[in-house]
């Protein structure tokens, strides 16, 4: 996992309340993608890059039959007839909009901005409002054989998606990112490979091909990177609560104890797992709570602390009803009520169906028992791997 160094972060500080108030406002919009069926399948943020042309990332048109754009604030919808060119391998689209108009964002044909510099990236739109965040410019990393710049933002929380300002210039587009204590970790490409798409061709394709696509809400980069993650992006209990309301995840809690044997054990074979540490960092909120913090934690508006003369952290205790059995696992919903604890130690097998059971909401179905659900589930995994 990337670690950036505390000076650097330090002394950029400053510079991060800056660099807002230069984006370009005006030449961004949203662009909302339709299946077969005239289902809506993403909405996103796109630039207009020329008269009738607007440059987005690519996969959200994945699926796509049609597609609108929108101006933020405005009524008006423009019926996109097509697209000009699309790099699939760089996640990167120019579409055709003939009746829009509006003030054309800038290019930079420069390289991406050096280490230490501030950019803007602009968050996804699922809430259909636009959202900014500064970032500083620090290292780089492979992902499918691109080499990224990565960019650390504490304003953000998700940006798979969505172009990169600096000094009001388009300076590049995110693909993929991931948020690991407050630290948002984006990656991206340069806009100058944009420039060479708006020269490529002068032909308009239809979305026809795109309907045979399956849709997926992230790219292929996205899920390399969180294949390529090492450890659990382990969360404190309110910012685990806060992303479960804001954007519909559950919530995982470990709670253990630093002398717990079977908690240590729990962390060295299942935690360590590649497929769990995926699957967990994708789909749910994990936090890690000490049974025997000293910590005051914030949690559904209430203050939880360990009292005085208590071994155990009042949150910790409320959560397990009092059976202090470590490790124990506790799922909670999108609005953090509690669905289960499970005591004692998990191996990974056993916590790859119990994740699936709750993120398939598997549990909603009160036909079916979790062993019911278990052994369907590691059947239909041996059909798929031809066993």
Known sequence: MQCLNPTVVAASNDALGSGLDSIPRESLVFVEAFDAQDKSISVSVGVIVKKGYV??????????????????GEPNRYKSNGFLSVEEGQDLIVISVPELTGKYAVLSDAEFPKDGAIVQLTASADQRRLQFGNAL??????????????ML?????????????????????TLAGYLDENRYYAY???????????????????????????????????????ESLE???????????????????????DITTNWAGWSNLMEKNTYTKKSIIRFLNENFNAVRLNAESNDTIEFNQLRYTRNSGSPYHSLAYSLL???????????????????????????????????????EKAYQDQGLSFQRYELLYWEK???LEGN
Not at 194 to 223: C, H, N
Not at 231 to 253: D, F, N, Q
């Open 321 to 359: 009803e009092g059976n202090m059995q470590f490790p124990s696992t506790v799922i909670l919903d999108e609005d953090v009520n509690e669905l289960l604890v499970i005591p004692g130690y998990m191996d990974a097998r056993k916590m790859e169906v119990v994740l699936h059971y709750f993120f």
């Open 381 to 383: 995994q041996a059909v």
């Open 231 to 253: 450890s659990v992006l382990w969360k404190s209990m309110p910012e685990a609560e806060r992303l479960a309301r804001s954007k519909g995840k559950m919530v995982v809690i």
């Open 188 to 226: 991206g490409v340069p806009a100058y490979q944009l420039k060479r798409l708006l020269t490529r061709s002068f032909v308009i394709k239809t979305y026809t091909g795109f309907a045979d696509l399956k849709p997926t809400p992230v790219t292929e980069f996205q899920s390399v990177l969180m």
């Open 153 to 173: 933002s504490t304003q953000m929380e998700d940006c798979t998606g969505g172009p990169i300002f600096q000094g009001g210039k388009v300076v590049g587009f």
């Open 55 to 72: 440059a987005l990332n690519y996969h959200y048109l994945v699926g796509a039959t049609s597609v609108n754009v929108f101006k933020p």
């Open 137 to 150: 410019v620090s290292g780089k990393k492979d992902i499918l054989g691109l080499t990224m710049p990565q």
